[in-house]
């Protein structure tokens, strides 16, 4: 357990710093900025590259949502829910602070502008979207995100493209939803910046805990009542019990 603590407080570093990181230093930066499109991608890239790189230790969770809705599809002990969810916080948390550590280097960072990619809705949307629009739009993609992680690591699809679908998948997830609430879809990644930016950013991230959990829980569920035929593999975002 502790190996697969490890490696998951380390994963959902590399999200959080990879992906925030790519938002607060790079998406705007003059004349080569990467944009919404970038930033997109870089969260994607995280997990393609950690489900590699650790999926064979812990399972690659990197997020509560997906550790809970791999829990309700019958792919992960609930006893090990706990460990997993203070590692990946951890992580997040950690990564969040370095972020600021490294912004902090440039004389024009503000905190206040830049919000560390901090999730949130009405006030604290892009957009200014509403609550239930960030509660609907989050819930749906996170039980979208589970299904492909669950359909992708099933005995019967292809062997060794899980990282490429799930990391796509994230992709497109942040494409859809970036203007609408930043982009959660994980309680871990939301809880790193609101914890640095307090105010606002952390009145409105119990939503972010709410609606990820519910959409991995219907997810792993859905997939589980519509789909599941044999166990799945542990090799890269299963049980998270292999190593």
């Known amino acids: 357990m502790g190996k697969r603590m490890a490696a998951e407080g380390l994963g959902t570093f590399w999200l959080v710093f990879g992906g925030c990181g790519s938002a607060v230093l790079a998406a705007a930066f003059?004349?080569?900025?990467?944009?919404l499109v970038g930033v997109a991608l870089a969260f994607g890239l995280t997990v393609l590259t950690m489900a590699y790189s650790i999926g064979h230790i812990s399972g690659c969770h990197l997020n509560p949502a997906v550790t809970i809705g791999l829990w309700s599809g019958g792919r992960f002990p609930v006893g090990d829910i706990v460990p997993y969810i203070i590692a990946q916080v951890i992580g997040a948390v950690v990564a969040a602070y370095f972020l600021l550590?490294?912004?902090?280097?440039?004389?024009?960072?503000?905190?206040?502008?830049?919000?560390?990619?901090a999730n949130g809705f009405g006030e604290g949307s892009p957009g200014g979207y509403s609550m239930g629009a960030g509660l609907a739009i989050e819930l749906v993609l996170t039980a979208g995100f589970l299904m492909v992680i669950l359909g992708s690591t099933d005995d019967r699809a292809p062997k060794g493209f899980a990282p490429i679908a799930i990391?796509?998948?994230?992709?497109l997830i942040h494409l859809i939803s970036i203007p609408v609430t930043n982009t959660s879809v994980n309680p871990a990644r939301s809880t790193g910046p609101a914890l640095v930016v307090g105010g606002l950013a952390l009145q409105q991230l119990w939503l972010f805990w709410l609606a990820p959990a519910l959409g991995g829980l219907?997810?792993?569920?859905?997939y589980r009542l519509l789909f599941a035929e044999t166990s799945s593999r542990p090799d890269v975002i299963g049980d998270g019990k292999a190593g």
Do not use: C, K, N
Not at 101 to 117: C, H, N
Not at 167 to 171: E, I, S, V, Y
């Open 218 to 222: 219907v997810g792993g569920a859905g």
């Open 30 to 35: 003059p004349d080569v900025g990467i944009g």
């Open 167 to 171: 990391g796509l998948a994230l992709t």
């Open 101 to 117: 550590f490294i912004a902090s280097g440039s004389p024009t960072f503000d905190l206040a502008v830049s919000g560390l990619a």
